[in-house]
Every structure is written in structure tokens, then in C-alpha cells.
């Protein structure tokens, strides 16, 4: 991936322009930090895939300006396509290019219903899921409890919180969003990156979910079986779902923290 000064320059102008609109932005799982994180995540990928950094870098920065509006009709992507090309219209872009960032906008939403026509896109579609995933998954979710539930939602059912044996529901329970959403976030990824990272991120979320459960039951709370036969039950949920995905699991039946290498992520300077 090779970034000329005339695109440094030109992230480094728009990454004010969009950090500005975030200044009193309330929804601290999709603020400005967020959209740092997916931006470096997403330039990371587009050097490792050999994507266009310019347009990944932009399209990263613009994916979700549009949650800092409000719009009756469109999705947060539409808006933020809607607002990108706005902001994009005061610069020199090829229309090519500019139509590549804002399909990579539009598309960047699981819940958009659209496949990625691009590399960009897809690059940008799995830095975003990425940064639902590892420990900065686990703090985006934690801050989802302040913004965008219902009184009644609770942060896990009291009689069985890691949904062994019920169906989870990610709208009423917190926790049950691991088991709808973030494990199976992997499969999602379109990318080899992004996939080999994704596996690192999740290996993490099964660790915090077998320490949750160890102090679920150290505690009495909610639990009246023996400890040994919940985290044995739970942790054969968990090889289930690694099973499903041919992913080597060895390491986790003991709780242990194991030592992962880092993925190398090049931060390029904008």
C-alpha cells in the first residue's frame, strides 16, 4: 500500500474536519475513539491486502459520521454517505474514487444487507468489525449499557446467563449480544487479515467469558449447581462453536491466559 504526501495531507485535513463533529457526541461506543481505532485497523489491512490506503483511510474516517445526526429515513450509513460526499466536494477527488469511499460507507453496516463489491469495502467492513471484538469489543459493549437499550434490558439472565439452555436474546440481556453477535463475528470477516485477527480477538472474549463465569459461581450468583459442572458445560459451548469453525481450542479448557504473539499494526501518520 503506498500513500503519497498529497493523500497525508488530505487524511490529516479530514481527520479535523470529522473529529470536530464528534466533540459532543454522547455515544461513547461509536465516538471519535472508535473511529481512530478502525481507521489505524483499517490501514493495517489495507497494507497487508494491498488495498488503496486513500481510499480506506477516508472512508474509515467517514463511516459513521452520519450517528452524529439524526434522519427519520436513513440508516447511520446512508447518512454518513450522504454526509462524505458533502464534505469530499470540496476536494479534488477523481469521481472513481470518490465513489469507491462511499460505497465502502455504505456497505461498511452488517446490518445493510449489502455485500462489499470492493477490496476497500471489505477491508473497511472488517476493521470495523474488529473493533467489536478483543478487549476493545469487551469496552465498546460494556458502554452499550448506557446508550441505546430499554429500562428493562439487564445485563444477563439471572438463572442462566451464558444461554446454555435457552435461546439468547441480545436485545433483553447484555451479555447474550457475545453469543448473537461477537463470536460469530469471524465469519463475517472477508479478508485473510482481517480473519487471522479476528481469531486473536475472539480467543479473547472466550477467556473473559470463562473468568466471568468462574466468578459467577465463586459468588453464588445466580448459580446453584457446582462450579465444576458450569464451567465444564460452558467451556463445551465454547469448543462447540470453535469446532464449527476448524479453530484450534486446546488452549483454553485450562482458563489459562495463554501467551499470543501481537499482530504487528503499523499506525501510518495522517
Given at each position: 500500500?503506498?500513500?503519497?504526501?498529497?493523500?497525508?495531507?488530505?487524511?490529516?485535513?479530514?481527520?479535523?474536519?470529522?473529529?470536530?463533529?464528534?466533540?459532543?457526541?454522547?455515544?461513547?461506543?461509536?465516538?471519535?475513539?472508535?473511529?481512530?481505532?478502525?481507521?489505524?485497523?483499517?490501514?493495517?489491512?489495507a497494507e497487508q491486502e494491498q488495498a488503496d490506503g486513500l481510499i480506506v483511510g477516508l472512508a474509515a474516517l467517514l463511516h459513521?459520521?452520519?450517528?452524529?445526526?439524526?434522519?427519520?429515513?436513513?440508516?447511520?450509513?446512508?447518512?454518513?454517505?450522504?454526509?462524505?460526499?458533502?464534505?469530499?466536494?470540496?476536494?479534488?477527488?477523481?469521481?472513481?474514487?470518490?465513489?469507491?469511499?462511499?460505497?465502502?460507507?455504505?456497505?461498511?453496516?452488517?446490518?445493510?444487507?449489502?455485500?462489499?463489491?470492493?477490496?476497500?469495502?471489505?477491508?473497511?467492513?472488517?476493521?470495523?468489525?474488529?473493533?467489536?471484538?478483543?478487549?476493545?469489543?469487551?469496552?465498546?459493549?460494556?458502554?452499550?449499557?448506557?446508550?441505546?437499550?430499554?429500562?428493562?434490558?439487564?445485563?444477563?439472565?439471572?438463572?442462566?446467563?451464558?444461554?446454555?439452555?435457552?435461546?439468547?436474546?441480545?436485545?433483553?440481556?447484555?451479555?447474550?449480544?457475545?453469543?448473537?453477535?461477537?463470536?460469530?463475528?469471524?465469519?463475517?470477516?472477508?479478508?485473510?487479515?482481517?480473519?487471522?485477527?479476528?481469531?486473536?480477538?475472539?480467543?479473547?472474549?472466550?477467556?473473559?467469558?470463562?473468568?466471568?463465569?468462574?466468578?459467577l459461581a465463586e459468588g453464588g450468583s445466580g448459580y446453584d449447581m457446582a462450579e465444576e459442572f458450569t464451567s465444564r458445560t460452558?467451556?463445551?459451548?465454547?469448543?462447540?462453536?470453535?469446532?464449527?469453525?476448524?479453530?484450534?481450542?486446546?488452549?483454553?479448557?485450562?482458563?489459562?491466559?495463554?501467551?499470543?504473539?501481537?499482530?504487528?499494526?503499523?499506525?501510518?501518520?495522517?
Amino acid at each position: 500500500m503506498n500513500i503519497t504526501e498529497h493523500a497525508i495531507h488530505l487524511l490529516a485535513e479530514v481527520t479535523t474536519k470529522v473529529q470536530a463533529s464528534y466533540h459532543d457526541f454522547a455515544d461513547l461506543a461509536h465516538g471519535w475513539e472508535h473511529v481512530q481505532r478502525v481507521y489505524y485497523l483499517a490501514l493495517h489491512l489495507a497494507e497487508q491486502e494491498q488495498a488503496d490506503g486513500l481510499i480506506v483511510g477516508l472512508a474509515a474516517l467517514l463511516h459513521d459520521l452520519g450517528r452524529t445526526t439524526r434522519g427519520p429515513t436513513r440508516s447511520h450509513a446512508e447518512r454518513s454517505a450522504k454526509l462524505a460526499k458533502h464534505l469530499l466536494a470540496a476536494y479534488d477527488l477523481p469521481h472513481q474514487t470518490q465513489q469507491a469511499i462511499l460505497h465502502a460507507i455504505l456497505v461498511h453496516s452488517y446490518r445493510h444487507g449489502v455485500e462489499p463489491a470492493t477490496l476497500e469495502a471489505r477491508v473497511l467492513s472488517d476493521a470495523d468489525r474488529l473493533d467489536s471484538l478483543g478487549a476493545s469489543g469487551v469496552m465498546r459493549w460494556a458502554m452499550t449499557t448506557k446508550h441505546g437499550h430499554w429500562p428493562e434490558t439487564r445485563t444477563y439472565h439471572p438463572d442462566d446467563p451464558f444461554a446454555l439452555w435457552r435461546e439468547p436474546d441480545g436485545q433483553r440481556y447484555l451479555l447474550d449480544r457475545f453469543f448473537t453477535k461477537l463470536l460469530n463475528l469471524q465469519e463475517a470477516m472477508t479478508t485473510t487479515t482481517g480473519r487471522a485477527m479476528a481469531a486473536r480477538r475472539i480467543a479473547f472474549l472466550h477467556l473473559y467469558l470463562q473468568e466471568l463465569q468462574y466468578e459467577l459461581a465463586e459468588g453464588g450468583s445466580g448459580y446453584d449447581m457446582a462450579e465444576e459442572f458450569t464451567s465444564r458445560t460452558l467451556w463445551e459451548k465454547l469448543r462447540e462453536a470453535e469446532q464449527q469453525k476448524e479453530q484450534p481450542v486446546e488452549d483454553f479448557q485450562s482458563g489459562r491466559v495463554v501467551a499470543m504473539p501481537p499482530l504487528s499494526e503499523e499506525q501510518h501518520s495522517a
